[in-house]
């Protein structure tokens, strides 16, 4: 039954002392991670590209900025360098601290990223940007009067001084791509030591290993697959549904004070749903009733925590937006039309690392571990790991310590050895 206007799902911002866990937080956001580690403080930056940019469409973009952040030094050789790509509503806050306020949360992967950890910035100079077409937290931009995220459809078209909203250009993971690539050459850089992701993420750093396969030593691949399968496809047109059916979307012309804020929160507790396992919604809520208030209220913890996923996330992220990267992942598909899986690793040259996590059902492990049969059937080097976890898709996000050692060994194996013989 379609929801009637009066009827649609409010976003509220409830005074009422509401008892969350920490573990509510959305860890593809913000990381919980504590340690005496002193803070990395970074700040946003931003790569200008005048146009017109083209997109794979054929469409073009008058101009294009590109925000990303850095994480510790390049060397003189340009050989320490790892790109790390954000899942679906990620930023490119991967790791450490705008500021030293005490309340402030660490980037998303700050428990696998910063100093001493696998991904060590004292070793390595880690890249991250804000991908094509997705939002960003707009708290601290770049500069005053800087975008605070990459092109998307909630900029403004210079040509007409409004939003572009739904006039944006289709664009895909093969753009995305090409955008990264733009902030690597920015650099100097001609070969990447590691392209790392998770999820969506994921499926980019294989874009990566078949679109460049001169530019990158290794590639670590993290819950993800060639493609996003019918099941979760099925997902995202009910997300973006929920959007367009929200009287407020205005066929994506809506005002910024006035945003389809209930169809996007709907859209995001749909989203959760598929990133818990049915082991971890049962140790994370069971079937208990929320407090409030030092109350028992009559509402389910696990319906309390996807209205609190649901308003969190429209404070943060735009919804035609939304409806762009959900359509661009549901289009992507490493193996192009007329080929087999194995064609389409065929020309990889890299090393590759694979993780898929036990009860990840939006991408399991049979999907992710095809890509590496296939790789092996191609004669590449390929690992491929299973992790034990219960925390379902998030699982990449949360149990770090499952599996920080694989990625930390696999990137000194390629420092050491591989980079260092072909470059």
């Known amino acids: 039954m ?4 009066d009827h649609f799902f409010k976003v509220t911002d409830k005074k009422e002392e509401t008892v969350r866990p920490a573990d509510w937080e959305d860890p593809s956001v913000s990381s919980s991670v504590k340690d005496d580690a002193p803070r990395v403080i970074v700040q946003k930056q931003v790569l200008h590209v005048e146009g017109p940019y083209a997109l794979e469409s054929g469409e073009t973009l008058p101009e294009l900025d590109v925000i990303y952040e850095t ?28 500021t030293y306020y005490p309340t ?27 991908n094509l077409g997705g939002c960003s937290n707009d708290v601290y931009p770049p500069k005053e009067g800087a975008p605070s995220h990459t092109t998307n ?9 409004k939003r572009y909203n739904m006039t944006f250009p289709d664009y895909t993971f093969g753009d995305c791509v090409n955008v990264q690539k733009l902030v690597v050459d920015h650099f100097g850089i001609k070969r990447l030591l590691a392209v790392v992701g998770g999820s969506m993420g994921g499926m980019m750093t294989l874009e990566w290993a078949r679109r460049y396969p001169d530019s990158l030593s290794s590639v670590i691949a ?17 997300e973006r549904q929920s959007i367009r059916l929200d009287p407020k979307w205005r066929g994506g012309n809506y005002p910024d004070n006035d ?11 749909i989203a959760h749903i598929t990133y818990l396992s049915q082991q971890s919604m049962r140790a994370k809520f069971g079937r208990r009733k929320q407090q409030r208030n030092g109350r028992t209220t009559d509402q389910f913890e696990v319906e309390s925590y996807l209205e609190h996923q649901g308003n969190s996330f429209v404070k943060r992220f735009d919804a035609n937006s939304y409806i762009y990267i959900t ?27 694979m993780l898929s996590f036990r009860t990840d059902w939006l991408f399991p492990t049979k999907e992710c571990g095809e890509v590496a ?10 690992e491929f790991n299973e992790v034990d976890s219960e925390k379902g898709h998030d699982g990449f996000l949360i149990d770090y310590n499952k599996y920080e050692q694989l990625v930390s060994r696999f990137l000194e194996r390629v420092y050491l050895n591989y980079n260092k013989s072909i470059c």
């Not at 049969?373 to 390929?382: D, F, I, N």
Request: proline share 5%; with cysteine; hydrophobic share 40%.
């Open 327 to 353: 359509e661009a992942l549901d289009d992507y598909d490493l193996v192009r039309p007329g080929e087999t899986l194995d064609d389409a690793v065929a020309n990889f040259k890299c090393l590759t690392l």
């Open 2 to 5: 379609l929801l009637a206007a």
């Open 373 to 382: 049969e296939a790789l092996r059937r191609q004669g590449k080097m390929v």
């Open 104 to 130: 402030e949360k660490a980037g998303w992967w700050s428990s696998l990223i910063g100093p001493g950890k696998a991904i060590d910035t004292n070793k390595y100079f880690v890249i991250c940007t804000n």
């Open 259 to 269: 945003p389809p804020a209930g169809g996007l929160a709907v859209a995001r507790m």
């Open 222 to 238: 993290v819950a993800t697959s060639a493609h996003l399968s019918p099941q979760g496809i099925a997902f995202s047109e009910v």
């Open 71 to 98: 994480f510790g030094t390049l060397n003189a050789e340009k050989d320490n360098a790892i790109l790390v790509i954000h899942a679906l509503t990620g930023d490119s806050h991967c790791c450490g601290y705008y």
């Open 153 to 161: 459809p909630a900029s403004i078209d210079p040509r007409t001084g």
